[in-house]
Protein backbone atom coordinates (compact mmCIF):
# COMPACT_ATOMS: atom_id res chain seq x y z
CA UNK A 1 0.00 0.00 0.00
CA UNK A 2 1.52 3.25 -0.61
CA UNK A 3 0.30 6.69 0.52
CA UNK A 4 1.89 9.78 1.95
CA UNK A 5 3.42 11.41 5.28
CA UNK A 6 4.31 15.13 6.14
CA UNK A 7 7.87 15.57 7.12
CA UNK A 8 9.18 18.93 7.97
CA UNK A 9 12.77 20.01 9.92
CA UNK A 10 12.16 21.42 12.96
CA UNK A 11 12.02 25.55 13.20
CA UNK A 12 14.65 25.76 16.19
CA UNK A 13 16.72 22.85 15.55
CA UNK A 14 16.67 21.51 12.16
CA UNK A 15 15.95 18.05 13.20
CA UNK A 16 13.83 15.89 10.17
CA UNK A 17 10.31 15.27 11.62
CA UNK A 18 7.25 13.65 10.39
CA UNK A 19 3.69 14.71 11.43
CA UNK A 20 1.85 12.31 13.80
CA UNK A 21 -2.06 11.61 13.74
CA UNK A 22 -2.13 13.01 16.86
CA UNK A 23 -0.56 16.43 15.44
CA UNK A 24 2.90 15.88 17.14
CA UNK A 25 6.20 15.84 15.12
CA UNK A 26 8.57 12.90 15.27
CA UNK A 27 12.26 12.07 14.56
CA UNK A 28 10.69 8.83 13.69
CA UNK A 29 9.16 7.87 10.17
CA UNK A 30 7.50 4.93 11.54
CA UNK A 31 5.15 6.94 13.79
CA UNK A 32 3.95 9.32 11.03
CA UNK A 33 0.39 9.64 9.74
CA UNK A 34 -0.09 7.88 6.45
CA UNK A 35 -2.97 9.44 4.66
CA UNK A 36 -4.21 7.30 1.26
CA UNK A 37 -6.09 9.17 -0.84
CA UNK A 38 -7.40 12.62 -0.08
CA UNK A 39 -4.33 14.17 1.52
CA UNK A 40 -5.93 17.51 2.10
CA UNK A 41 -6.34 17.25 5.22
CA UNK A 42 -2.81 15.95 6.01
CA UNK A 43 -1.55 19.24 4.08
CA UNK A 44 -3.77 22.01 6.72
CA UNK A 45 -1.92 20.14 9.62
CA UNK A 46 1.40 20.52 7.87
CA UNK A 47 1.20 24.36 6.71
CA UNK A 48 -0.83 25.28 10.33
CA UNK A 49 2.69 23.27 11.92
CA UNK A 50 4.71 26.04 9.97
CA UNK A 51 2.46 28.63 10.87
CA UNK A 52 2.78 28.24 14.05
CA UNK A 53 6.52 28.12 14.14
CA UNK A 54 6.67 24.65 15.01
CA UNK A 55 8.28 23.73 11.92
CA UNK A 56 9.59 24.62 8.83
CA UNK A 57 10.03 23.58 5.00
CA UNK A 58 6.74 21.17 5.64
CA UNK A 59 5.85 18.70 2.02
CA UNK A 60 4.57 15.37 1.74
CA UNK A 61 6.24 12.34 0.31
CA UNK A 62 5.07 9.15 -0.76
CA UNK A 63 6.02 6.00 1.14
CA UNK A 64 4.95 2.24 0.64
CA UNK A 65 3.65 0.47 3.98
CA UNK A 66 4.96 -3.26 3.51
CA UNK A 67 4.95 -5.86 6.95
CA UNK A 68 3.48 -2.59 9.00
CA UNK A 69 7.02 -0.82 8.20
CA UNK A 70 6.64 2.94 6.40
CA UNK A 71 9.30 3.19 4.19
CA UNK A 72 10.05 6.04 1.43
CA UNK A 73 9.70 6.11 -2.04
CA UNK A 74 12.36 8.30 -3.09
CA UNK A 75 16.44 7.34 -2.25
CA UNK A 76 16.47 11.09 -1.23
CA UNK A 77 13.66 10.46 1.49
CA UNK A 78 14.86 7.05 2.24
CA UNK A 79 18.26 8.76 3.45
CA UNK A 80 16.57 11.28 4.91
CA UNK A 81 14.64 9.11 7.12
CA UNK A 82 17.84 7.27 7.70
CA UNK A 83 20.52 9.66 7.99
CA UNK A 84 23.62 9.57 5.58
CA UNK A 85 24.42 6.52 3.98
CA UNK A 86 28.24 7.34 4.90
CA UNK B 1 48.63 37.14 7.70
CA UNK B 2 45.83 39.78 7.48
CA UNK B 3 44.64 41.10 10.60
CA UNK B 4 41.51 42.88 10.98
CA UNK B 5 41.29 46.50 11.22
CA UNK B 6 38.51 48.72 13.48
CA UNK B 7 36.30 48.38 10.44
CA UNK B 8 36.20 44.90 9.57
CA UNK B 9 35.73 44.10 13.43
CA UNK B 10 33.00 46.53 13.48
CA UNK B 11 31.31 44.77 10.83
CA UNK B 12 31.45 41.71 11.81
CA UNK B 13 30.04 42.07 15.43
CA UNK B 14 27.35 44.66 14.40
CA UNK B 15 26.45 41.69 11.79
CA UNK B 16 26.25 39.11 14.63
CA UNK B 17 24.23 41.45 16.43
CA UNK B 18 21.47 42.08 13.60
CA UNK B 19 21.57 38.15 13.00
CA UNK B 20 20.70 37.02 16.75
CA UNK B 21 17.98 39.80 16.07
CA UNK B 22 16.88 38.10 13.16
CA UNK B 23 16.81 34.40 14.71
CA UNK B 24 14.46 36.16 17.55
CA UNK B 25 12.31 37.74 15.34
CA UNK B 26 11.85 34.51 13.46
CA UNK B 27 11.45 32.68 16.18
CA UNK B 28 8.37 35.02 17.77
CA UNK B 29 6.65 34.99 14.46
CA UNK B 30 7.82 38.77 13.71
CA UNK B 31 9.80 37.53 10.37
CA UNK B 32 8.26 35.05 7.98
CA UNK B 33 10.49 32.16 6.37
CA UNK B 34 10.45 34.02 3.27
CA UNK B 35 11.82 36.39 4.89
CA UNK B 36 14.27 35.00 7.06
CA UNK B 37 15.22 32.72 4.38
CA UNK B 38 17.35 35.60 2.79
CA UNK B 39 18.99 37.05 5.77
CA UNK B 40 19.99 33.66 7.21
CA UNK B 41 21.36 33.39 3.49
CA UNK B 42 23.22 36.42 3.68
CA UNK B 43 25.16 34.57 6.48
CA UNK B 44 25.83 30.90 5.63
CA UNK B 45 22.82 29.20 6.78
CA UNK B 46 21.29 27.17 4.53
CA UNK B 47 18.48 24.47 5.20
CA UNK B 48 20.18 21.37 3.95
CA UNK B 49 18.76 17.81 3.59
CA UNK B 50 18.99 16.79 7.12
CA UNK B 51 19.63 19.76 9.28
CA UNK B 52 20.79 23.65 9.24
CA UNK B 53 24.16 23.95 7.57
CA UNK B 54 26.32 26.61 8.35
CA UNK B 55 29.32 28.20 5.80
CA UNK B 56 32.04 29.87 7.18
CA UNK B 57 34.26 31.98 5.47
CA UNK B 58 38.43 31.19 4.73
CA UNK B 59 39.38 34.10 2.95
CA UNK B 60 41.70 32.79 0.33
CA UNK B 61 41.78 29.75 2.22
CA UNK B 62 43.94 31.17 4.58
CA UNK B 63 43.98 30.68 8.57
CA UNK B 64 45.96 31.09 11.84
CA UNK B 65 45.91 28.19 14.54
CA UNK B 66 43.97 29.91 16.54
CA UNK B 67 41.15 30.48 14.05
CA UNK B 68 41.72 26.71 13.54
CA UNK B 69 41.22 25.82 16.97
CA UNK B 70 37.98 27.78 16.94
CA UNK B 71 36.49 25.58 13.82
CA UNK B 72 37.51 22.90 16.40
CA UNK B 73 35.31 24.00 19.06
CA UNK B 74 32.78 24.94 17.03
CA UNK B 75 32.41 21.27 15.36
CA UNK B 76 32.64 19.73 18.95
CA UNK B 77 30.35 22.10 21.01
CA UNK B 78 27.54 22.83 18.31
CA UNK B 79 27.98 20.22 15.71
CA UNK B 80 28.98 16.66 15.45
CA UNK B 81 32.65 16.40 16.30
CA UNK B 82 34.00 17.25 12.34
CA UNK B 83 33.79 20.03 9.73
CA UNK B 84 33.54 19.85 5.77
CA UNK B 85 36.12 21.97 3.75
CA UNK B 86 34.88 22.72 0.57
CA UNK B 87 35.91 24.20 -2.90
CA UNK B 88 35.66 27.28 -2.32
CA UNK B 89 38.69 26.71 0.68
CA UNK B 90 35.80 27.47 3.24
CA UNK B 91 34.67 24.93 5.92
CA UNK B 92 31.11 24.17 6.28
CA UNK B 93 29.10 22.23 9.92
CA UNK B 94 26.07 20.24 9.02
CA UNK B 95 24.23 19.79 11.64
CA UNK B 96 24.04 23.36 13.48
CA UNK B 97 20.56 24.47 15.32
CA UNK B 98 19.66 27.69 14.62
CA UNK B 99 19.47 28.85 18.11
CA UNK B 100 22.78 28.43 18.48
CA UNK B 101 24.11 30.61 15.41
CA UNK B 102 23.97 33.38 16.99
CA UNK B 103 26.13 31.93 19.68
CA UNK B 104 28.61 30.38 16.66
CA UNK B 105 28.61 33.68 14.46
CA UNK B 106 29.78 35.63 17.59
CA UNK B 107 32.20 33.08 18.38
CA UNK B 108 33.68 33.20 15.16
CA UNK B 109 34.02 36.98 15.56
CA UNK B 110 35.87 36.26 18.32
CA UNK B 111 38.94 35.27 15.76
CA UNK B 112 37.96 37.37 13.43
CA UNK B 113 35.96 35.15 11.17
CA UNK B 114 32.40 34.81 9.89
CA UNK B 115 29.67 33.74 7.26
CA UNK B 116 29.74 36.60 5.25
CA UNK B 117 29.36 36.09 1.28
CA UNK B 118 29.27 32.48 1.84
CA UNK B 119 25.94 32.60 0.04
CA UNK B 120 23.69 34.73 -1.82
CA UNK B 121 24.08 36.51 -5.19
CA UNK B 122 26.80 38.71 -4.00
CA UNK B 123 30.69 38.44 -4.87
CA UNK B 124 31.67 35.01 -2.65
CA UNK B 125 34.38 34.53 -1.15
CA UNK B 126 37.49 35.13 -3.12
CA UNK B 127 39.91 32.37 -3.84
CA UNK B 128 43.82 32.05 -4.32
CA UNK B 129 46.60 29.66 -5.07
CA UNK B 130 47.22 27.68 -1.90
CA UNK B 131 50.88 27.56 -2.52
CA UNK B 132 50.85 31.70 -2.62
CA UNK B 133 53.73 33.28 -0.95
CA UNK B 134 55.53 30.11 -1.00
CA UNK B 135 55.64 28.66 -4.77
CA UNK B 136 59.04 29.43 -6.61
CA UNK B 137 57.95 31.04 -9.37
CA UNK B 138 55.15 33.27 -7.91
CA UNK B 139 55.49 36.99 -9.53
CA UNK B 140 53.45 38.15 -6.60
CA UNK B 141 50.63 36.82 -3.71
CA UNK B 142 47.60 36.50 -4.99
CA UNK B 143 46.12 36.75 -1.60
CA UNK B 144 47.27 40.70 -1.54
CA UNK B 145 44.70 41.11 -4.44
CA UNK B 146 42.13 38.62 -2.96
CA UNK B 147 41.93 40.43 0.58
CA UNK B 148 41.83 44.26 -1.48
CA UNK B 149 38.88 42.77 -3.38
CA UNK B 150 37.84 41.46 -0.33
CA UNK B 151 37.64 44.96 0.96
CA UNK B 152 35.70 46.33 -1.89
CA UNK B 153 33.21 43.49 -1.98
CA UNK B 154 32.22 43.14 1.49
CA UNK B 155 28.58 44.51 1.61
CA UNK B 156 29.37 46.29 -1.23
CA UNK B 157 25.67 48.03 -1.79
CA UNK B 158 26.02 47.96 -5.39
CA UNK B 159 26.62 44.68 -5.92
CA UNK B 160 24.37 42.97 -3.15
CA UNK B 161 21.63 41.85 -5.44
CA UNK B 162 23.78 40.72 -8.30
CA UNK B 163 21.59 38.51 -10.80
CA UNK B 164 23.26 35.42 -9.35
CA UNK B 165 26.66 34.66 -7.36
CA UNK B 166 29.70 35.71 -7.92
CA UNK B 167 33.26 34.29 -8.18
CA UNK B 168 36.35 34.96 -8.14
CA UNK B 169 39.58 33.21 -8.24
CA UNK B 170 43.29 34.84 -8.25
CA UNK B 171 46.83 33.15 -9.62
CA UNK B 172 49.82 34.23 -9.24
CA UNK B 173 52.22 31.17 -10.52
CA UNK B 174 52.18 29.52 -14.57
CA UNK B 175 50.73 27.05 -13.01
CA UNK B 176 46.89 27.42 -12.37
CA UNK B 177 46.07 25.80 -8.77
CA UNK B 178 43.30 28.50 -8.37
CA UNK B 179 40.93 27.00 -11.31
CA UNK B 180 40.92 30.44 -12.96
CA UNK B 181 39.21 29.59 -16.11
CA UNK B 182 36.00 27.89 -14.25
CA UNK B 183 35.57 31.17 -12.25
CA UNK B 184 33.58 34.44 -12.99
CA UNK B 185 36.07 36.14 -13.21
CA UNK B 186 39.86 34.54 -13.24
CA UNK B 187 42.47 37.10 -12.36
CA UNK B 188 46.18 35.50 -13.86
CA UNK B 189 48.81 37.65 -12.36
CA UNK B 190 51.54 38.47 -14.98
CA UNK B 191 54.44 40.72 -15.78
CA UNK B 192 54.67 42.34 -19.24
CA UNK B 193 57.60 43.48 -21.39
CA UNK B 194 58.28 46.40 -19.61
CA UNK B 195 58.15 44.14 -16.24
CA UNK B 196 55.21 45.87 -14.79
CA UNK B 197 52.73 43.90 -12.74
CA UNK B 198 49.48 43.40 -13.51
CA UNK B 199 46.56 41.27 -14.49
CA UNK B 200 45.22 39.12 -17.38
CA UNK B 201 41.37 39.45 -16.77
CA UNK B 202 39.35 36.23 -17.64
CA UNK B 203 35.70 36.08 -17.54
CA UNK B 204 32.60 34.09 -17.71
CA UNK B 205 33.88 30.71 -17.28
CA UNK B 206 31.79 28.34 -14.72
CA UNK B 207 30.64 24.58 -14.41
CA UNK B 208 26.97 23.75 -13.65
CA UNK B 209 24.60 22.88 -16.45
CA UNK B 210 26.30 25.18 -19.00
CA UNK B 211 29.70 25.07 -18.36
CA UNK B 212 32.46 27.49 -19.70
CA UNK B 213 35.91 27.86 -20.10
CA UNK B 214 36.09 31.52 -19.53
CA UNK B 215 37.67 33.63 -22.35
CA UNK B 216 40.54 36.45 -21.76
CA UNK B 217 39.31 39.90 -22.01
CA UNK B 218 42.44 41.56 -21.39
CA UNK B 219 45.81 40.44 -21.41
CA UNK B 220 47.19 42.92 -18.99
CA UNK B 221 45.84 45.13 -16.88
CA UNK B 222 47.57 47.21 -14.95
CA UNK B 223 47.64 46.31 -10.85
CA UNK B 224 46.68 49.95 -9.98
CA UNK B 225 43.48 49.61 -12.00
CA UNK B 226 42.15 46.16 -10.79
CA UNK B 227 39.50 47.27 -8.78
CA UNK B 228 37.95 49.80 -11.26
CA UNK B 229 38.31 47.33 -13.79
CA UNK B 230 36.34 44.64 -11.87
CA UNK B 231 33.77 47.25 -11.22
CA UNK B 232 33.00 47.96 -14.39
CA UNK B 233 32.63 44.02 -15.14
CA UNK B 234 30.31 44.06 -12.33
CA UNK B 235 28.47 46.63 -13.72
CA UNK B 236 27.92 45.37 -16.92
CA UNK B 237 26.43 42.10 -15.71
CA UNK B 238 24.47 43.88 -12.95
CA UNK B 239 22.66 45.94 -15.75
CA UNK B 240 22.55 43.21 -18.29
CA UNK B 241 22.81 39.71 -16.32
CA UNK B 242 19.26 37.66 -17.00
CA UNK B 243 17.62 37.99 -13.59
CA UNK B 244 14.33 36.50 -15.58
CA UNK B 245 15.97 33.14 -15.60
CA UNK B 246 18.05 31.43 -12.79
CA UNK B 247 19.42 29.00 -15.28
CA UNK B 248 20.46 31.88 -17.41
CA UNK B 249 21.62 34.28 -14.29
CA UNK B 250 25.63 33.37 -14.03
CA UNK B 251 28.16 35.98 -16.15
CA UNK B 252 28.95 32.95 -18.43
CA UNK B 253 25.64 33.03 -19.89
CA UNK B 254 25.97 37.08 -20.82
CA UNK B 255 29.58 36.20 -21.78
CA UNK B 256 28.58 33.89 -24.54
CA UNK B 257 25.48 35.79 -25.50
CA UNK B 258 26.72 38.95 -26.14
CA UNK B 259 29.79 37.81 -27.68
CA UNK B 260 33.53 37.72 -26.05
CA UNK B 261 33.90 41.24 -28.67
CA UNK B 262 30.64 43.07 -27.19
CA UNK B 263 31.50 41.87 -23.78
CA UNK B 264 34.96 43.58 -23.35
CA UNK B 265 33.38 46.69 -25.53
CA UNK B 266 30.84 47.33 -23.19
CA UNK B 267 32.97 46.67 -20.15
CA UNK B 268 36.27 49.08 -21.37
CA UNK B 269 33.44 51.92 -22.42
CA UNK B 270 32.23 51.33 -18.29
CA UNK B 271 36.14 51.76 -17.56
CA UNK B 272 36.88 54.69 -19.13
CA UNK B 273 33.75 56.23 -17.19
CA UNK B 274 35.37 55.27 -13.87
CA UNK B 275 39.13 54.60 -14.80
CA UNK B 276 41.60 56.59 -13.18
CA UNK B 277 39.03 57.54 -10.60
CA UNK B 278 38.82 56.59 -6.61
CA UNK B 279 39.36 52.88 -7.24
CA UNK B 280 42.28 53.81 -8.24
CA UNK B 281 44.51 51.39 -5.59
CA UNK B 282 46.16 54.15 -2.87
CA UNK B 283 50.15 52.93 -2.73
CA UNK B 284 50.20 53.30 0.83
CA UNK B 285 47.29 51.02 1.52
CA UNK B 286 48.90 48.53 -1.06
CA UNK B 287 51.46 49.04 1.03
CA UNK B 288 49.61 48.37 4.04
CA UNK B 289 47.80 44.99 2.70
CA UNK B 290 51.13 43.95 1.00
CA UNK B 291 53.03 44.10 4.30
CA UNK B 292 50.38 41.15 6.09
CA UNK B 293 51.44 38.99 3.65
CA UNK B 294 54.97 39.13 3.67
CA UNK B 295 57.23 36.15 4.03
CA UNK B 296 57.45 35.03 7.80
CA UNK B 297 60.80 35.29 9.58
CA UNK B 298 62.22 31.52 8.52
CA UNK B 299 64.52 30.44 11.19
CA UNK B 300 68.19 28.91 10.04
CA UNK B 301 67.98 25.94 7.83
CA UNK B 302 71.66 25.02 7.58
CA UNK B 303 71.94 21.20 7.36
CA UNK B 304 67.92 20.84 7.28
CA UNK B 305 68.20 19.42 3.71
CA UNK B 306 70.82 16.53 4.41
CA UNK B 307 68.05 15.37 7.56
CA UNK B 308 65.52 14.98 5.60
CA UNK B 309 67.12 13.40 3.01
CA UNK B 310 68.22 11.01 5.91
CA UNK B 311 65.19 10.75 6.80
CA UNK B 312 63.80 9.22 3.59
CA UNK B 313 66.16 6.86 3.23
CA UNK B 314 65.50 5.65 6.77
CA UNK B 315 61.56 5.32 6.34
CA UNK B 316 59.85 4.17 3.18
CA UNK B 317 56.54 5.16 4.16
CA UNK B 318 58.02 8.72 5.01
CA UNK B 319 60.09 9.11 1.65
CA UNK B 320 56.44 7.65 -0.27
CA UNK B 321 54.35 10.59 1.72
CA UNK B 322 57.12 12.77 0.37
CA UNK B 323 56.62 12.24 -2.72
CA UNK B 324 53.25 13.27 -3.21
CA UNK B 325 52.26 15.48 -0.47
CA UNK B 326 55.58 17.49 -0.14
CA UNK B 327 57.05 20.12 -2.58
CA UNK B 328 59.75 22.29 -2.84
CA UNK B 329 59.31 26.01 -1.38
CA UNK B 330 60.84 29.15 -2.99
CA UNK B 331 63.41 29.13 0.00
CA UNK B 332 66.18 26.17 0.30
CA UNK B 333 65.88 24.03 3.43
CA UNK B 334 61.86 24.67 3.64
CA UNK B 335 58.90 22.48 2.34
CA UNK B 336 55.14 22.99 1.52
CA UNK B 337 53.05 20.24 3.06
CA UNK B 338 49.57 19.17 1.59
CA UNK B 339 47.94 16.82 4.77
CA UNK B 340 45.24 14.85 2.67
CA UNK B 341 41.75 14.92 3.73
CA UNK B 342 41.12 11.82 1.76
CA UNK B 343 41.98 8.66 3.62
CA UNK B 344 40.82 5.61 1.77
CA UNK B 345 36.97 5.34 2.76
CA UNK B 346 36.38 8.24 4.81
CA UNK B 347 34.27 11.62 3.41
CA UNK B 348 37.00 13.82 1.17
CA UNK B 349 37.14 16.90 2.74
CA UNK B 350 36.12 15.97 5.96
CA UNK B 351 38.27 16.45 9.22
CA UNK B 352 37.42 16.20 12.97
CA UNK B 353 37.52 18.27 15.46
CA UNK B 354 40.75 16.23 17.39
CA UNK B 355 42.55 16.43 13.86
CA UNK B 356 41.59 20.15 13.07
CA UNK B 357 43.31 20.64 16.60
CA UNK B 358 46.35 18.69 16.00
CA UNK B 359 46.84 20.20 12.75
CA UNK B 360 46.65 23.74 14.45
CA UNK B 361 49.39 22.75 17.15
CA UNK B 362 51.31 21.47 14.09
CA UNK B 363 51.13 24.93 12.06
CA UNK B 364 51.34 26.82 15.40
CA UNK B 365 55.10 24.49 15.85
CA UNK B 366 56.26 23.96 12.65
CA UNK B 367 54.60 26.36 9.95
CA UNK B 368 54.92 30.45 11.06
CA UNK B 369 51.30 29.55 12.54
CA UNK B 370 49.28 29.26 9.48
CA UNK B 371 46.84 26.76 8.03
CA UNK B 372 45.95 26.73 4.12
CA UNK B 373 42.74 25.32 2.67
CA UNK B 374 42.96 23.94 -1.19
CA UNK B 375 40.12 24.24 -3.15
CA UNK B 376 40.88 20.22 -3.94
CA UNK B 377 40.09 20.10 -0.46
CA UNK B 378 42.93 19.47 1.30
CA UNK B 379 44.91 21.34 4.02
CA UNK B 380 48.47 23.06 3.51
CA UNK B 381 51.32 23.70 6.20
CA UNK B 382 53.00 26.14 3.53
CA UNK B 383 56.40 27.39 6.03
CA UNK B 384 58.42 23.87 7.18
CA UNK B 385 61.80 23.74 7.92
CA UNK B 386 62.96 20.20 6.09
CA UNK B 387 64.43 19.13 9.43
CA UNK B 388 61.26 19.04 10.69
CA UNK B 389 59.30 17.15 8.38
CA UNK B 390 59.75 13.83 10.05
CA UNK B 391 58.50 15.25 13.28
CA UNK B 392 55.20 16.31 11.37
CA UNK B 393 54.73 13.82 9.31
CA UNK B 394 54.62 11.49 13.05
CA UNK B 395 51.90 13.63 14.29
CA UNK B 396 50.00 13.21 11.38
CA UNK B 397 50.23 9.57 11.10
CA UNK B 398 49.04 9.45 14.73
CA UNK B 399 46.01 11.41 13.99
CA UNK B 400 45.01 9.46 10.73
CA UNK B 401 46.15 12.30 8.52
CA UNK B 402 49.13 10.74 6.88
CA UNK B 403 47.66 9.49 3.34
CA UNK B 404 49.91 9.62 0.33
CA UNK B 405 47.63 10.88 -1.91
CA UNK B 406 47.67 14.60 -3.23
CA UNK B 407 47.38 14.25 -6.82
CA UNK B 408 46.64 10.63 -6.91
CA UNK B 409 43.19 8.62 -8.09
CA UNK B 410 42.47 9.16 -4.42
CA UNK B 411 42.76 12.56 -3.77
CA UNK B 412 38.78 13.49 -5.31
CA UNK B 413 36.95 16.11 -5.47
CA UNK B 414 33.42 15.08 -3.71
CA UNK B 415 30.40 17.05 -3.49
CA UNK B 416 28.43 16.48 0.04
CA UNK B 417 25.87 14.59 -3.08
CA UNK B 418 22.03 13.24 -1.62
CA UNK B 419 23.94 11.95 1.92
CA UNK B 420 23.83 15.89 2.82
CA UNK B 421 22.65 17.76 0.24
CA UNK B 422 18.96 19.39 -0.51
CA UNK B 423 20.08 20.03 -4.57
CA UNK B 424 21.29 16.88 -5.11
CA UNK B 425 19.97 13.92 -7.12
CA UNK B 426 22.86 10.70 -6.39
CA UNK B 427 25.31 10.06 -3.54
CA UNK B 428 29.08 11.41 -4.18
CA UNK B 429 30.55 10.09 -0.90
CA UNK B 430 30.16 6.82 -1.06
CA UNK B 431 30.91 6.53 -4.82
CA UNK B 432 34.55 8.15 -3.72
CA UNK B 433 35.12 5.80 -0.84
CA UNK B 434 34.08 2.79 -3.20
CA UNK B 435 36.49 4.21 -5.94
CA UNK B 436 39.24 4.98 -2.86
CA UNK B 437 39.02 1.45 -1.72
CA UNK B 438 39.11 -0.35 -5.21
CA UNK B 439 42.46 1.51 -5.87
CA UNK B 440 43.71 1.41 -2.42
CA UNK B 441 47.03 -0.10 -3.06
CA UNK B 442 49.08 2.42 -2.98
CA UNK B 443 51.78 1.32 -5.30
CA UNK B 444 48.81 0.96 -7.72
CA UNK B 445 47.89 4.10 -7.53
CA UNK B 446 51.75 6.19 -7.56
CA UNK B 447 51.72 4.01 -10.65
CA UNK B 448 48.86 5.02 -11.99
CA UNK B 449 50.25 8.71 -11.44
CA UNK B 450 48.66 11.86 -11.40
CA UNK B 451 44.47 11.71 -12.02
CA UNK B 452 42.13 14.04 -11.09
CA UNK B 453 38.57 12.30 -10.20
CA UNK B 454 36.06 14.85 -9.71
CA UNK B 455 32.48 14.15 -8.40
CA UNK B 456 29.40 16.09 -8.29
CA UNK B 457 25.97 14.77 -6.95
CA UNK B 458 23.76 17.09 -9.83
CA UNK B 459 24.36 19.16 -12.49
CA UNK B 460 25.03 22.15 -10.19
CA UNK B 461 28.90 21.05 -10.62
CA UNK B 462 29.74 21.86 -6.65
CA UNK B 463 32.39 18.70 -7.44
CA UNK B 464 34.08 20.44 -10.45
CA UNK B 465 33.19 17.19 -12.56
CA UNK B 466 32.88 19.12 -15.90
CA UNK B 467 36.91 19.80 -15.09
CA UNK B 468 37.70 16.27 -14.10
CA UNK B 469 40.83 14.11 -15.87
CA UNK B 470 37.72 11.47 -14.68
CA UNK B 471 34.46 13.61 -14.05
CA UNK B 472 31.96 11.84 -12.70
CA UNK B 473 28.03 13.62 -12.60
CA UNK B 474 25.50 11.87 -10.53
CA UNK B 475 22.08 11.74 -12.33
CA UNK B 476 18.27 10.73 -10.82
CA UNK B 477 17.03 8.17 -13.74
CA UNK B 478 13.51 6.98 -12.49
CA UNK B 479 14.54 7.03 -8.93
CA UNK B 480 17.55 5.69 -9.32
CA UNK B 481 21.44 6.56 -9.32
CA UNK B 482 22.93 6.80 -12.33
CA UNK B 483 26.47 8.55 -12.70
CA UNK B 484 27.36 9.79 -16.05
CA UNK B 485 31.62 10.10 -16.89
CA UNK B 486 33.55 12.36 -18.40
CA UNK B 487 36.90 12.33 -19.65
CA UNK B 488 39.98 14.84 -20.46
CA UNK B 489 38.30 18.18 -18.40
CA UNK B 490 41.21 20.22 -16.17
CA UNK B 491 40.61 23.14 -14.19
CA UNK B 492 44.42 23.53 -14.47
CA UNK B 493 46.47 26.37 -16.89
CA UNK B 494 45.30 23.77 -20.18
CA UNK B 495 41.86 24.35 -19.10
CA UNK B 496 39.27 21.92 -20.38
CA UNK B 497 35.80 20.73 -20.05
CA UNK B 498 35.33 16.73 -20.26
CA UNK B 499 33.79 14.54 -23.02
CA UNK B 500 31.22 12.82 -22.26
CA UNK B 501 32.19 8.97 -22.58
CA UNK B 502 28.54 7.43 -23.30
CA UNK B 503 25.34 5.71 -21.27
CA UNK B 504 25.61 6.16 -18.13
CA UNK B 505 26.53 3.79 -15.62
CA UNK B 506 24.51 2.13 -12.20
CA UNK B 507 25.12 3.12 -8.76
CA UNK B 508 27.19 -0.57 -8.61
CA UNK B 509 28.94 -0.35 -11.86
CA UNK B 510 30.60 2.90 -11.51
CA UNK B 511 33.11 1.55 -9.67
CA UNK B 512 33.91 -0.94 -11.97
CA UNK B 513 33.82 1.71 -15.19
CA UNK B 514 36.41 3.80 -13.33
CA UNK B 515 38.65 0.88 -13.16
CA UNK B 516 37.99 0.15 -17.00
CA UNK B 517 39.03 3.21 -17.92
CA UNK B 518 41.97 3.30 -15.66
CA UNK B 519 42.93 0.29 -17.18
CA UNK B 520 42.57 1.25 -20.77
CA UNK B 521 44.80 4.36 -19.91
CA UNK B 522 47.64 2.47 -18.48
CA UNK B 523 47.43 -0.47 -21.55
CA UNK B 524 47.31 2.80 -24.04
CA UNK B 525 50.05 5.65 -22.09
CA UNK B 526 53.46 5.99 -23.68
CA UNK B 527 56.57 6.98 -21.64
CA UNK B 528 55.92 9.23 -18.66
CA UNK B 529 52.31 10.60 -19.90
CA UNK B 530 49.77 11.36 -17.23
CA UNK B 531 46.05 10.01 -17.86
CA UNK B 532 45.15 13.31 -19.04
CA UNK B 533 48.23 13.28 -21.77
CA UNK B 534 47.07 9.96 -23.16
CA UNK B 535 43.17 10.75 -23.46
CA UNK B 536 44.72 14.13 -25.25
CA UNK B 537 46.34 11.97 -27.38
CA UNK B 538 44.08 9.49 -28.22
CA UNK B 539 40.85 10.58 -27.20
CA UNK B 540 37.67 9.06 -26.49
CA UNK B 541 37.66 5.97 -28.69
CA UNK B 542 39.45 2.92 -26.62
CA UNK B 543 37.94 4.30 -23.73
CA UNK B 544 34.36 3.75 -25.64
CA UNK B 545 35.10 0.45 -26.81
CA UNK B 546 36.27 -0.71 -23.28
CA UNK B 547 33.71 0.33 -21.58
CA UNK B 548 30.58 -0.72 -23.93
CA UNK B 549 32.46 -2.73 -26.66
CA UNK B 550 32.61 -1.97 -30.59
CA UNK B 551 28.79 -2.47 -31.42
Known sequence: MTGKVATANRLREGDIVYLTKEGEWSPNLQDAWLVVGDDSELTTSASKAEQMRDVVAAYLIEVECIDDKLCALSQRERIRAAGPTV | ?551
Open chain 2, 1 to 551: MYRYDEFDRALVLERVEQFRGQVARRLSGELEEEEFKALRLRNGLYLQLHAYMLRVAIPYGTLSSQQMRKLAHIARVYDRDYGHFTTRQNIQYNWPKLVDVPDILAELAEVEMHAIQTSGNCIRNVTADHFAGVAADEIEDPRVYAEIVRQWSTLHPEFSFLPRKFKIAVNGTAQDRAALRVHDIGLQIRRNSAGKIGFEVMVGGGQGRTPYIAPTIREFLPKQHLLSYLEAILRVYNQLGRRDNLYKARIKILVASTGVENFTKLVEEEWAEIKGGELTLPEDEHRRILDYFSPPQYQDSNGASKTFETHKTWNLDFSRWCKTNVVSHKRPGFSIITISLKPIGSAPGDASADQMDVIAGLAEKFSHDEIRVTHEQNLVLAHVCQSDIYEVWEALENAALSTPNIGLISDMITCPGLDYCNLANARSIPVAQNIAKKFEDLDRQHDIGELKIKISGCINACGHHHVGHIGILGVDKRGEEFYQITLGGSGAEDAALGDIVGRAFGYDEVTGAIETIVDTYVTERRNGERFLDTYRRVGLGPFKEALYGTA
